[in-house]
């Protein structure tokens, strides 16, 4: 029921163009060869309406159908490969927190 | 296009049982009848994947299909409602994040 969704949620990188190529060239088509992923949302974060900085400069949803399709998409080897390319373009950017949609 | 989306991201409250009785009963109702709003979805945060606390307990994601109905809503008399209402539940809990779906 509830799907299960992975937050990639990255703070603000230092070279924002050279960060969005590796992710877009790189980084995404590696990550939609996760098994069992049913879709990838990208989210780049325009303001923060509270005021100030905003936390975060983009958020990326990725959505699995369910907690077992999620699971086995964690221990699949795309998702090492995919794990394994963050420290090439996002090194301490990133905080990754699993949702459920209610 | 690209649709707008309201991030409202919560931290931790302190009594979990009340605040989710109050966003559930009080203010989600509120915030549906907010004019133009495409589809609100609720996710609750259950783990840090990185280690540690996450850092968020519930983000809600508020969906409007353009910049032009985002700016309608924000300036209705539902919107300010809905946000009076914050401080019912959820002082000094929020963040809320303007977000471009790329």
Do not use: C, W
């Given at each position: 029921?509830?799907?299960?969704?992975?937050?990639?949620?990255?703070?603000?990188?230092?070279?924002e163009a050279a960060f969005l190529k590796h992710y877009h060239e790189v980084h995404l088509p590696l990550v939609l060869k996760v098994p069992g992923l049913a879709k990838a949302v990208?989210?780049?974060?325009?303001?923060?309406?509270?005021?100030?900085?905003?936390?975060?400069?983009?958020?990326?949803?990725?959505?699995?159908?369910?907690?077992?399709?999620?699971?086995?998409?964690?221990?699949?080897?795309?998702?090492?490969?995919?794990?394994?390319?963050?420290?090439?373009?996002?090194?301490?950017?990133?905080?990754?927190?699993?949702?459920?949609?209610?």
């Amino acid at each position: 029921m509830a799907s299960v969704k992975l937050l990639a949620m990255y703070t603000q990188p230092e070279d924002e163009a050279a960060f969005l190529k590796h992710y877009h060239e790189v980084h995404l088509p590696l990550v939609l060869k996760v098994p069992g992923l049913a879709k990838a949302v990208v989210n780049r974060i325009e303001t923060n309406l509270m005021g100030g900085a905003a936390p975060y400069f983009m958020i990326a949803e990725l959505h699995f159908p369910d907690q077992a399709s999620f699971d086995t998409a964690m221990a699949s080897p795309e998702n090492r490969a995919a794990g394994k390319d963050i420290g090439n373009f996002a090194k301490g950017l990133l905080t990754l927190l699993l949702a459920l949609e209610a």
